[in-house]
């Protein structure tokens, strides 16, 4: 299996530049993430998925979109890029579980794209 | 919402112990531990669940302290495979969602 997989790993953009960023995970997972990451923040969330077709915005989803037509890939795009957008971004999943409390199971990360908005 | 990790940063000898603590404004029922090495992507490592049930490393311990709404990890006789960021993760909103809100990590460098 490979996990949770994200492409491209590198990315330099020009302001107003858009790009998609793929996450595609093979474990069967109903719940997916899209994270930053940037230097003394931690991990913040900006969109997140807990089914095909559905989406919800996380803690800093302005600037962002996201797309899950198919269980396994959960997409995340920059319509307009500016250099606030520069971060690592990190795409995840999980297992909701029997009872559908996916707070109580482990989420799995992919290795992460770093994006850089000249 | 953001939960409260302290130290930032903290610096060992092999073989020396380290508590990291993760404080939360709000009542908890889990908390998620995660480590990322330099580079790399987060990785899990525990999760404790309120009522003291604790899934995950067997190498590393930690403590769910509901009424002080907070959690600690401990890594003791540390090596130096134990160098990375340790952040931890308390549920965001409705626990069916899995949404976890990361505190902003403790640096942990391990030296020989």
């Known amino acids: 299996n490979a996990g949770v997989t994200q492409t491209p790993k590198f990315r330099v953009l020009k302001t107003g530049q858009s790009m998609t960023l793929l996450c595609a995970q093979d474990m069967n997972h109903e719940y997916m993430y899209w994270y930053r990451q940037d230097p003394g923040m931690g991990l913040r969330l900006i969109h997140y998925?807990?089914?095909?077709?559905?989406?919800a915005k996380g803690e800093v989803p302005d600037g962002y979109n996201v797309s899950r037509l198919k269980k396994q890939n959960f997409l995340l795009g920059l319509e307009s890029a500016a250099p606030s957008q520069t971060s690592v971004y990190f795409c995840a999943s999980s297992y909701p579980g029997l009872a559908g409390v996916g707070s109580l199971y482990e989420q799995f990360f992919g290795p992460g794209t770093r994006l850089t908005v000249l | 919402q953001q939960p409260v990790q302290s130290p930032q940063a903290v610096i060992l000898r092999e073989g020396e112990d380290a508590v990291i603590n993760c404080s939360s404004s709000?009542?908890?029922?889990?908390v998620h531990w995660y480590r990322q090495k330099h580079g790399e992507a987060p990785v899990f490592l525990m999760i404790?669940?309120?009522?003291?049930e604790q899934k995950g490393h067997d190498k590393i311990s930690a403590s769910f302290n509901e009424k002080k709404q907070q959690s600690s990890l401990y890594l003791t006789a540390s090596q130096l495979s134990y160098s990375g960021t340790y952040f931890c993760?308390?549920?965001?909103?409705?626990?069916?969602?899995?949404?976890?809100?990361f505190g902003q990590g403790t640096t942990l460098q391990v030296k020989p």
């Open positions: 998925s807990v089914g095909e077709g559905t989406t």
């Open positions: 404790l669940l309120k009522g003291g």
């Open positions: 709000k009542a908890l029922y889990s």
């Open positions: 993760g308390t549920p965001g909103g409705t626990s069916n969602t899995g949404k976890l809100i």
